[in-house]
Nanobody, 119 residues
């Protein structure tokens, strides 16, 4: 069973960049597909990006495509999310998550890290 801990959130001005990291423990990291999601108060959690366990395939929400890069390091049990050209609407709590390849449901979640983008 994976435990996930995010870091790297903070406050940044619009147009800036942030790199979020998530370290996993427990389970076999290389067996998991990994994703980043975000949530703002009063809204449902939304998908941001996903990377397959091999690291070869990545997927992005339209809202971040072209501004966002997800990557993983299976040797360090980490998954990262680089977000460039940040916009105020990127303000949210960002969560990393993991799922086994046998399911589409993300079963393991971190506690979240706050990203605030100011104008």
């Amino acid at each position: 069973q994976a435990q996930l801990v995010e870091s790297g959130g903070g406050q940044v001005q619009a147009g800036g960049s942030l790199r979020l990291s998530c370290v996993a423990s427990g389970g076999t990291f290389s067996m998991y597909h990994l994703g980043w999601f975000r949530q703002t108060p009063g809204k449902q959690r939304e998908f941001v990006a996903e990377i397959m366990r091999s690291g070869g395939d990545t997927y992005y929400a339209d809202s971040v495509k072209g501004r966002c890069t997800i990557s993983r390091d299976n040797a360090k049990n980490t998954v990262n999310l680089q977000i460039d050209f940040l916009k105020p609407e990127d303000t949210a709590v960002y969560y990393c998550a993991a799922r086994m390849s046998t399911t589409f449901r993300y079963d393991y979640w971190g506690q979240g890290t706050q990203v605030t983008v100011s104008t």
